[in-house]
């Protein structure tokens, strides 16, 4: 191998990566560049971004539509959510684009490992969907609980770390992806209409519910468990008090005790498997992982409930080393993200893109008016990779965008008392 | 026992043997049946059709990760593991069995090796590389991490076999004239080559599968236990069990080639008079 | 300790070691040890000098910070959490303990004396090894289709008639957990007593026959105490495998059971470095404890 030189200090590594696709790039480019000076415009292509992320957005199809367009190369590494945490601030010289959540971003950016990015070189700042800027989905909507992403969203200036409370020119991730999660059903195995979120507590269920075990987001699910159930009165749900968080921390132990759970989900896929093979029939979910389930011939719906969507966020955020030819790569890529394929291709996976008007032009009408307005669908709907996945005539559950994002309730949070959190978690499961 | 007849012992014991060989390939029945669903099947049951589709599918582009790549890693990553795990636990061992200062210390701080927590030690070495301000990769800051997995495994082994080692052959040797490194390389090593054999396979076998000591120290690329687990975070599909399948049956071939050749070879030398 | 533990000093020891050789250079045996030393040193020593450095920091929601406090420790081992989940990792250490202590033990009893070529003896190792080569993530979600609610198992006790619903325990359990750890670690515990089972010099078990002793007493009184070493290392490395396992924990009990593994691990994943270096020096301590017991009872560098 090469690899094992007598300088191991990554730079010899990185020249090795760049010249190796340098090659590749110069004939595979097809130069869709616009907007930087053309001195770079050739060296450009010699660029390798390593990007990293959960496996939601960590697409190849990304990563190969990105050396058609702009010809540099993306590099993807898939990994799971603890350890994205893990590698943004331990490792921030193994990366040069973050693809992290919201609510890992509250925890990350005080720790410097990203720069802030310079909204004027967004092309599609304009364009970006309100929620992640001033909060607001419409100007009359109230602003959910937890860590809402335009709260972390932006910073003072270049080397800043704390949060500023109104947007600024400064951004510490360009968002990407979001959706609203909710329960996901077996509606051959429930046997009756679900309607809230305290239905994961009816005894009926008994040893056949799951929620997440990744406490900031676990948390969230139980407290709009609790709340639905009216076993507790929240202030703010997305920043409890130590007395809350006991009390919800107290009606998970006993519905554990009880037996009320089959297991707790980590990753995608185990809420997958569970809910395929018949393990559990009622859980917290994702929406594609719901359309993943139906698309087994397994039947399953991703229930509204009264109470409203736990949702979550996702964006890119740049490494705070990188600079010069590869920071304008990062820079040229993000805005290609927003400039519609990326979207489109997430809207038609079931999650929502953060530059809806960019990603519309990507869509057809149908598909746009399946995912995006709730309508009836016009014609069978196919997945990214061409696979169907809805007849004609079939509905989205919980309608259209606006439905959906405007009845957030809460967002995956980090709260003030995160710490005690985190004990009290540790106690449910030690329970 | 070299007792020609098989005894009630054998026979119970042969089952039992049978049994927990049955127990190991157990979860590899899911495997095998699984790796064959239809083309719309899932991870568990039912099945749902059947099909090569996910065997075709192992050499396709995926969703998310990459095979090639990281099993590539991981292959040259378990046989450096393996390389260097066998060499250095062998001159451990010997220098153990001669006695040296610190050798006490140097024989706890092993087996504290074994015992720190894995995740721990992924932790410190990918912090530990930052504050250094290298840059952790597979190959540097993983295989440390392999290593003090491994290592620990390959001394202990050594300790058992060198334990029971009688000095007899080795004394026999010098007094027939041989050099210490005669006696080692004519003598010991040959008695002691089978548990070397071990120590290699148990290096590669536990660097190959090793996830918590990768997860921090890995850098920029993902070993093959890494991208799996990071494939888990979508959409995964049978494809997986296709992997499994396919890492078993090929490990069956290459252990029946290797027999064969051997098999082979001994026979052409019992031809050639070469006892 | 049954076994090691009640077993007095070895009734038969092999002959005894020479105090120094002669010829080779006194420097040698720093010389073979220095690789072992320094890898260890690099990449253990240093990055536990890290952890428990930071042990002793101070830590809130989003950054770490260098203080001297003892209130991670404060909260550690006053919490009831942390003994209860000590208790419970022990618990699993106990039963696995000992399942893999009976299974090694006979797995590698009858691989050594009733296996006649040194070649078969190979060759079920390696039949052993295989199914550990497929990545245990992989094993891991196997397990579901394999013990759940419509999983291979419950379905054929169901329609053999043994059982009339499908077992809800066997997955998702303490059960699943044993379980998964026996099927993990059961080899770690073959690999070591078949080791010395195997150079057990046969004219040891021969001479006892010859004096009237029955299979029993062979048994008891000659190869038990000569397996004493792989039996201890065998349980040094089940027992520490199961006190920082944190993945099979978490993927068997459908991450309902607790280990000490899994509570660092919690804690790493959030960021709160300090508090998961307070648990893991606290693991550190309890297993070098037990190790050193072990270590008492069975002098594993005797006779070296």
Known sequence: MTDTTETPLGLDRRNLLKTGAAAAGVAAGSGAITGFPTIWAQNIKDVTLRQFGTGVSNLNAIAEKVKEDLGFTLQMTALDSDSVTQRTVTQPNSYDIADIEYWICKKVFPTGALQPMDVKKIKYYDQIVPIFTTGKLTPESTIAQGTAPHTVTFVEGPGAKTFAKEPTQWMTLIPTIYNADTLGIRPDLVGRPIGNWKDILDPKFKGKTSILNIPSIGIMDAAMICESAGLIKYGDKGNMTEEEIDKTIAVLIEAKKGGQFRAFWKTFDESVNLMSSGEVIIQSMWSPAVTAVKSKGIPCVYQPLAEGYRAWGGGLGIGKNVKGIVLDAAYEYINWYLSGWCGAYLNRQGYYSACLSTAKQHMSPEEWAFWMEGKPAAAEIKSPDGKPIEKAGAVRDGGSFEERMGKVACWNAVMDKDRYMVRKWNEFIAA | MQADRRTLEFYLLAAFFGLFVLFLYGPLSTILLLSFQGPNGGLTFPMNGVSLRWFQNLFETQAVGDFGGSFSRSLMLGLMVMATTVVVSLLAGLAFRRGFLGATPLFYLTISSLVVPSILISLGIGLAFQIAGLEPNWWSSAFGAHLTWTLPFGVLIMFAVFNRFSPAYEEAARDLGATSWQAFAHVVLPIIAPSLVGVGLFGFTLSYDEFARTLMTAGSFNTLPLEIYGMTTNVTTPVLYALGAVTTLVSFAVIGIALATIAIIARQRRKLGVS | ?304
């Open chain 3, 1 to 304: 300790m049954s076994v090691a533990a009640e077993a007095a000093p070895a009734a038969v020891s092999d002959a005894p070691a020479p105090k120094r050789r002669r010829r080779a250079p006194p420097f040698a045996p720093y010389l073979q040890a220095m690789p072992l030393g320094l890898i260890l040193g690099a990449f253990l020593l240093l990055p536990i000098a890290a952890i428990v450095i930071v042990s002793f920091w101070d830590y809130d929601s989003v950054q770490i910070y260098p203080a001297f406090v003892t209130l991670n420790y404060a909260e550690t081992l006053g919490s009831w959490v942390t003994w209860s989940t000590l208790l419970n990792t022990l618990k699993f250490v106990a039963i696995v303990w000992a399942i893999t202590l009976f299974v090694g033990f006979w797995v590698a009893y009858f691989l050594a004396f009733h296996v006649r070529t040194s070649k078969m003896q190979t060759l079920l190792f390696l039949v052993c090894t295989v199914p550990f080569l497929t990545s245990n993530i992989i094993r891991m979600i196997s397990w579901v289709p394999f013990l759940g609610r419509n999983g291979l198992l419950n379905s054929a006790l169901v329609e053999a008639g043994i059982v009339p619903a499908p077992l809800e325990f066997l997955l998702f359990s303490e059960f699943a957990v044993v379980l998964a750890m026996v099927h993990l670690y059961s080899l770690f515990m073959v690999t070591p007593i078949f080791n010395t089972l195997v150079r057990i010099d046969r004219s040891l078990i021969e001479a006892a026959r010859d004096a009237g002793a029955n299979g029993f007493q062979i048994l008891w009184n000659v190869i038990i105490p000569l397996a004493k070493p792989g039996i201890a290392i065998g349980s040094i490395f089940v027992i520490t495998l199961v006190l920082g396992d944190f993945i099979t924990v978490r993927f068997m009990s459908g991450g309902q059971s607790a280990s000490m593994g899994l509570m660092i691990a919690n804690q790493i994943s959030l960021l709160q470095y300090p508090a998961a270096a307070a648990n893991a020096v606290a693991l550190l301590v309890l297993v070098l404890i037990m190790m050193a017991a072990i270590l008492r009872i069975v002098d594993i560098r005797k006779e070296l």
